[in-house]
């Protein structure tokens, strides 16, 4: 979580030095989602997810520096430079890619679950998207369609309250968003999404039922993005109070607050942890920041898959 | 030697054919399996391969092609059908954003072995929503082969290369070819995209069309032979790659170039070779190329409409008389 929390710092840092382009989604707050859903994954399993998307990414273990390559749009950069913040994608650890389409990527989850059960692999596909995702057409069809086929699916509202500046009650007629399950015939569950171990048992679970060929479960992970919608974005429409509450929940103060409790770790101990994960994400957003840009040919290239 | 069909039982012919050679396709849409296809144009493949294989989808297109996507990037082969080519629309994202630059985005991580199978065109009177010639909505969007058979043996062996491509397929079959007969030879196997089929060769003036507008214009060729005018007949039979070099041949030795499609020219595979050919190629022409297209217009339902919408045998030969007479 705190390689996440250090990234997305890095990359405000790199945005207002004009150094990464567009704009950037940041998934501050939520990190527990992210990396409680992928610890629970084997090898082989794959997760898509939105532009709000570098945690979920780095949770699946992608490196660190190419992961800040690809922002910086450098040639080492996870996509060579094509992607982006918004499509970042390393298929080498099962991360088939972020999408800057709300909902685009959850029928591609449910092809990747469809793959896994034609080609008996045993993979368990997870799909992570917002809670505003769930008014989207695609939404409807992948969960209906992995239910009826009872593909090893995963679908995972990260319900953060806001679809951009939207609250969460102004567009959707349901407040708990774990009952949409119900109308495709599928466990529906809600779990605190700041609670990282928490939610970790709750997708244990989902994917177990995956595994079995029991079919997809919808999860709502409970949490809040402590930062605005994107880069443009002061917050502003935060009724006073929304956000102070919500950081004092936070998932990784309540994570090491837990582990300093139970006496598994001392207060040093987790501090010295904390340094090094810091020094370590600060060390690869200097490597990357030196690698050279693409040069401009390669923008040919993969357009084709090259005839084999 | 080899076994007489029609366009429609091709279909049914290639699939199967390329589900026995190889166990990663799979094929996937709505009605396809038990049914028989909302067409019949791919009876008896549930009956041979079973439903893991060939599966019923409920009506769900953004979902059958992104489900396509996600199989394809994890190893698999789909073939997806949209039933009509008009319903394309309603998953205009999963094509035009997932599908197509997908490879692109990720730098050539996956490759999308993916066809998308739909019913195209116009002349059946099923009027505006399940008529149009839309091959030409993709033409803006890189990443996409596009192929547009239209004789049985194109469509049997098109259809194969295009299984066995490793890039995204649209594969339009028009539904008013379904009853053309044609011969599948012994032993045909797969077509490589992107080569033109010359159906004709004349030294007056070529002609470019696709689907049943290249049946029109072989057939408006035979009238102008009896007025002595000789026609070359083109059919690209993909649009996506397209095969210039065939058209630019062919006008080494007719300097006269005849585009016939069954849409409107805006934003036209037809416009689009006209200004390659024009700027490529002005040296090879003797007069102004001319792009015989429908109307600006919705398809209309009645017969006397769609009838004067489409390109008529009697315009081509109207329009191809008068450019050689220039
Ligand atoms: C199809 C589509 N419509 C609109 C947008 C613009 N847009 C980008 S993010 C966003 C809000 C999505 O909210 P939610 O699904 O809750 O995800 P969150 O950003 O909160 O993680 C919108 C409307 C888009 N990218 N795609």
Redesign the pocket.
Known sequence: MWTIRFFEDEVKELFTRNLVRGST?L?QG?EAVAVGVCRALSAGDTMTC???GHGAVLAMGAPVDRSFGELLGRAQGLCGGKGGSMHLADLSVGALGSN?????HLPTSVGAALASQYLRTGAVSVAF??????N?GAFHESLNLASIWKLPAIFVI???????Y?P?EATTPVTRLADRAASYGMPGVYVDGNDVVAVRAVARDAVARARAGDGPTLVEADTY?QQG??RSDPGAYRPDGELDGWIARDPITRLSDAVVAAGTLGAEQVGAIRDEVLRDVKDAAERAIAWPQPEPEARFANVWAERS | MGETMNYRQVIARALADELAADPKVIFIGEDVGAAGGAFKSTVGLHERFGSDRVRDTPISEQAIVGAAIGAAMMGVRPVAEIMFADFAGVCF?QIANQLAKFRYMTDGQARLPVTIRMANGAGGGFAAQHSQPAENWFLNIPGLKIVVPATVPDLYGLMRGAIRDDDPVLFFEHKNLFAVKGEVEDGAGPLPLGVADVVRRGADVTIVATQQMRHRSVEAAERLASEGVEATVIDPRTLVPFDDDAVADSLRTTSRLVVVQEAPQAGSWGASLVARMVTGHFDLFDAAPVLVAADDTPVPYAGTLEDAWLPSVDRIVTETRKLVSY
């Not at chain 1, 800057?100 to 685009?104: E, L, N």
């Open positions: 989604h998934c939520q939105t532009y709000r800057a389409i709300v909902g685009g998207f917002g809670d505003g995702a769930t989207i990260e319900n953060n309250h806001y679809g951009e939207s969460l993005r919608h994107s | 994202d």
